[in-house]
């Protein structure tokens, strides 16, 4: 997690050494941490988005966007700029949260692992959606391949979503710590979308696992 507001987190081991922790904050205080907070995002994760959408041009005016695993809320504060007033953005996250949002924006709080009957009936009378965004990351262990395990079955619940929710047409993107079992997710992805990509976004730490799976102009057929 990058919250700007919650920036206590376990430091890296050397960074336990005295004299060294100051030098580590400052980089975790970095150039996307400041700038977010210049700019009002409650997260840094907030140019990743922007970085997505400036390569494969995710986001239009008047769409409707699916934000899955959306606080504190800057993906969904920057998918709300751009779709405008007339588009509309259902986020849901397991936490709360306390930012103001714009009012094309609906928020949800909610386990996409055990969905409620509002819930889905919010799905079924907004949906379908044009994007559909999984930015969705498990609570971390620090134990490698439980982490990816993990990030792996929020990014398959992420696609099944997707599939049931997707207007014909519609993009995907999808968080993911890359490990070996992501070539199954791979599989099904191509299997639903013209195109497939892997990005990982210049603000996203260099240390972190993660990358970005682009689902692009979803097909609607049957996967198997
Ligand atoms: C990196 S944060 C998302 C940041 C957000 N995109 C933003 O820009 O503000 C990952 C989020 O995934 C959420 N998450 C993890 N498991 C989830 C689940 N089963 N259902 C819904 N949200 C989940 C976490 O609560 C956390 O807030």
Redesign the pocket.
């Known amino acids: ?3 700007i507001f919650q920036p206590c987190r376990a430091l890296p081991a050397a960074a336990r050494k005295p004299g060294q922790q100051a030098r580590f904050m400052k980089q975790y205080r970095d150039h996307y941490f400041l700038k977010a907070k210049r700019e009002n995002y ?2 840094r ?2 140019y990743k ?1 922007k970085e997505l959408d400036a390569k494969f041009r995710l986001l239009r005016k008047g769409q409707k966007v699916l ?10 504060l920057d998918a709300a700029e751009k779709i405008g007033p007339h588009g509309l953005v259902l986020a ?4 709360a949260v306390d930012t103001v949002f714009p009012p094309q924006v609906v928020f949800i709080q ?4 055990n969905r409620s009957a509002d819930f889905e009936a919010r799905l079924d009378a907004l949906g379908p959606f044009d994007a559909v965004l999984s ?5 971390t262990t620090g134990i490698r391949c439980t982490d990816q395990a993990r990030s792996l079955e ?1 990014a398959e ?1 992420a696609l099944a979503l997707a599939c049931l929710r997707l207007k014909k047409g519609g993009n995907f993107v999808v ?1 993911i710590f890359m490990g070996p079992d992501v070539q199954s997710l791979l599989t099904a992805m191509r299997k639903r979308f013209a195109s497939v990509t892997s990005f990982k976004p210049k603000s996203s730490r260099s240390e972190s696992k993660e990358t970005f799976l682009v689902g692009i102009d979803f097909q609607k057929s049957t996967p198997d």
């Open positions: 997690m990058d919250y409650p997260a994760s907030v988005l934000d899955l695993g959306a606080a504190p809320g800057s993906w969904s849901c996250d397991l936490q909610e386990d996409v692992f930015d969705m990351a498990p609570r929020l619940e968080k």
